[in-house]
């Protein structure tokens, strides 16, 4: 479906992003209007789909999709298809894919409220929502986002002023970063208040978001929004982007918002096998960021325990080859940061070949006989994280 005949069918405000988030295809019924020529075999998998885990898909983000005249639905080898596809896998066998209960980030002693995580030295990170405009089938977060049976806490007022009590009382907490979720599902006023609070408990409080509204749902970064930042001097945001077809014009508009009114802007980039595991893709996305005035930030391994493993994990080495195809080939300030995400906090890859014996991180076989890395993190700790056979 084009961007031109999407905004044909519309009978309200394409431009507002509270109708897109009315209007986003969530159900099997709402995709068989969208795409009537669909095969049912899909419409069914996004039925069966939506028994466990959510499935949602803005008009905006749909409309960047290429309908495939050979079955009537979404092509699916697009890559921003792909991600937020289903793909009708009850998980593999793998101990380090998704089972839907081992955590991959959020340790609990981590956890200083419900909602707050503590987990470096001078910052926390607030999960400010458990919703988002719409979801990756990846998502790291799907504990929380994902799963329609969510074990995770939700943002209130009893957990926010315990976050407040906490940043009062700890004044090595620098940095406050509203995450989620998306936080920015939460209205201009609502965003407006709960910096305003935080920053009466801290006036030095530096604030962060992060959020995928510019990919998903870019309508959302309106003037309202920018004003709101500006007046609480948000020091930075971080974007959730997977490729460069999602740096649309819509996107472009966002981002002149953004930096008119906040001073940093810098990427945050998941690593997805069949999406920007390609040199030129991440060169093209990576150089477009810079373009537009952002910091290529961190590309991200694929995460332990997400969903969809199978499909989107690279392997490390892969990783490796992309980023060192980058690095003094393009603008420096365009080349991503390459880290693996572990629990217990992100790891930097050198960019040598990876699983010399005598330096990290160095290959090994755990005890179920799957291939792991072993490096030392942040904290001094040797730990392992999952690899795959290089591609």
Known sequence: MTTEAAKSEVNGDWTDWKWQQRNAVRTAKQFR??????????????????????????????????????????????????????FGTDGSTDPYSYDGKTENWELPHEMVTPIAQHKYDNRIIVRYANVCHAYCQFCYEALRT??????????????????????????????????????????????????????????????????????????????????????HRVTAIGLHITHPRELTPEFDTAIARLRSAVPILFANVPLLAGVNDDPDTMRDLCMGL??????????????????????????????????????????????????????????????????AADAFPRHAVD?????????????????????????
């Open 33 to 86: 209007r969208s795409f009537p020529d669909c095969d049912q075999d899909l419409v069914d998998l996004i039925e069966h789909h939506n028994t466990t885990k959510k499935f949602q898909v803005t008009p905006y983000y749909l409309s960047l999709i290429p309908t495939d005249p050979s079955t009537g639905g979404p092509l699916g080898t697009d890559p921003l298809w792909k991600q937020v596809a289903p």
């Open 146 to 231: 994902l799963d329609k049976e969510s074990s995770k806490e939700v943002f209130n007022r009893e957990y926010w002023q315990a976050t407040l009590e906490y940043v009062r009382m700890h004044p090595e907490v620098e940095e406050m970063i509203l995450s989620g979720g998306e936080p920015l599902m939460h209205s201009n006023d609502q965003i407006d208040q709960a910096m305003g609070e935080a920053l009466a408990v801290r006036p030095d409080l530096i604030l962060r978001i992060h959020t995928r509204a510019l990919t998903f749902n870019p309508y959302r970064v309106d003037p309202g929004l920018a004003d709101v930042l500006a007046r």
């Open 290 to 355: 810079y373009r537009r005035g952002v910091h290529a930030g961190y590309l991200y391994h694929f995460m332990p325990h997400s969903p969809e493993a199978e499909f989107f994990r690279a392997s490390v080495q892969r990783g490796v080859e992309i980023v060192r195809s980058l690095k003094r080939h393009i603008s420096n300030p365009a080349v991503p940061e390459y880290v693996l995400p572990h629990a217990t906090g992100k790891y930097t890859v050198p960019l040598t070949d990876v699983g």
């Open 367 to 391: 005890d179920d006989g799957f291939r792991v890395l072993e490096f030392v993190n942040w904290q001094g700790e040797h730990v392992r994280y999952p690899d795959v056979e290089t591609a």
